[in-house]
């Protein structure tokens, strides 16, 4: 049967919370207080598809408009999963058994009461962490290349108006970031058992979360803070905390000098102009614009809110000045 991709937008602080909690470090399902949720039957599946009693989870609310549980539905084991955030592709993982438990997601994930849980659950094996452009998914789907992947969407072949759509975004996925899926679904217990995530990978992903949380408390500490680009301020849930110099090419000393590394961008535009090359900072710490940019609303509005702006954290701390110079000649597009 052909592979599904399901693209699962996971950046805001109950998402990556939840990814930490659930997926970096399995959960453990033998565990008296989850067994007595799982029927005989589920425990049974996921033992056998993941070797044992650990097993990383994951799971989508009911939308109102009833998305949610209609695209988990399409989901099938041996499904790809691939996390976003922020622009980048930041996990990617095989689904392993799709499962609706209500009772388990409000144990696991304390969703407010009254509010819907995220009871459509799945499985998860071969997680694998990256910090990638996920552009490369817009062109293979089809989407504008400034497209923000939101929410959660299973891509299926044969959709009427994109075409086999989940090949080609499986085909990107190999050629970009090397991974490699069979057209079945169907795997052995032998092939399976092999594919919990590694004590190192487990290390990364706490890490990287753990330190991303620190960050925003630094930089984010009260109610509300002026976005670095733009100038305005927002509210702190409005803005985040973005790297100057992407992560993964920082040292440890770097992702470690919290007022240097980063800035505060809003969620308006600004992080993802910023993110992309589109905007970046000069040598004399002002905003600049990139002509590769197309015209526009985003455009527009790097017209009207950004270029030109004298950037208060270049001028104010001389340490963010080398990231910012990273930025421009490794990211910028002039």
């Not at 949610?68 to 930041?90: I, M, N, P, Y």
């Not at 919990?196 to 984010?220: D, F, H, N, P, T």
């Not at 770097?254 to 961008?265: G, I, L, P, S, Y």
């Not at 809110?305 to 490794?330: C, D, L, M, V, Y």
Request: net charge negative.
């Amino acid at each position: 049967m052909p592979v599904n991709v399901a693209l699962i937008a996971a950046s805001d602080e109950d998402a990556v919370g939840h990814f930490e909690d659930t997926v970096a470090r399995p959960v453990n399902i033998a565990r008296p207080d989850y067994e007595g949720l799982l029927s005989p039957e589920l425990s049974t599946a996921l033992r056998e598809s993941h070797g044992g009693d650990l097993v990383p989870l994951w799971g989508t609310k009911r939308a109102k408009n009833g998305a949610g549980e209609r695209h988990w539905r399409k989901l099938q084991s041996g499904d790809v999963a691939v996390f976003t955030g922020s622009g980048k592709v930041t996990a990617v993982a095989t689904v392993a058994v799709p499962f609706e438990n209500a009772e388990l997601a409000s144990r696991l994930w304390h969703a407010d009461p009254g509010e819907p849980q995220w009871q459509f659950m799945y499985s998860l094996r071969d997680v694998r962490v990256f910090d990638d452009d996920y552009g490369f998914i817009n062109e293979a789907a089809g989407y504008s290349p400034r497209n923000i992947i939101q929410g959660f969407t299973v891509l299926e072949d044969g959709d009427p108006h994109r075409g086999d759509i989940a090949s080609r975004v499986l085909l990107a996925l190999e050629e970009n970031l090397g991974i490699v899926r069979s057209s079945s679904h169907d795997r052995s217990a032998e092939e399976v058992a092999g594919l919990r995530l590694s004590a190192l990978e487990v290390e990364r992903i706490v890490q990287a979360r753990a330190e991303q949380g620190q960050l925003r408390k630094y930089l984010l500490s009260g109610a509300d803070a002026v976005c670095d680009l733009c100038v305005r301020t927002f509210p702190s849930e409005l803005l985040v905390a973005a790297h100057i110099k992407p992560r993964s090419e920082c040292s440890d000393d770097e992702k470690r000098d919290f007022e240097n590394v980063a800035m505060v961008a809003c969620r308006f535009g600004c992080d993802e102009l910023f993110e992309r090359g589109f905007v970046s900072v000069d040598a004399g710490g002002t905003a600049v614009l990139s002509d590769d940019l197309p015209s526009g609303p985003a455009r527009g509005y790097a017209l009207a809110k950004i270029e030109g702006n004298s950037i208060a954290r270049w001028q104010e701390r001389p340490g963010t000045r080398p990231h910012f110079a990273w930025h421009i000649k490794n990211r910028f597009r002039g």
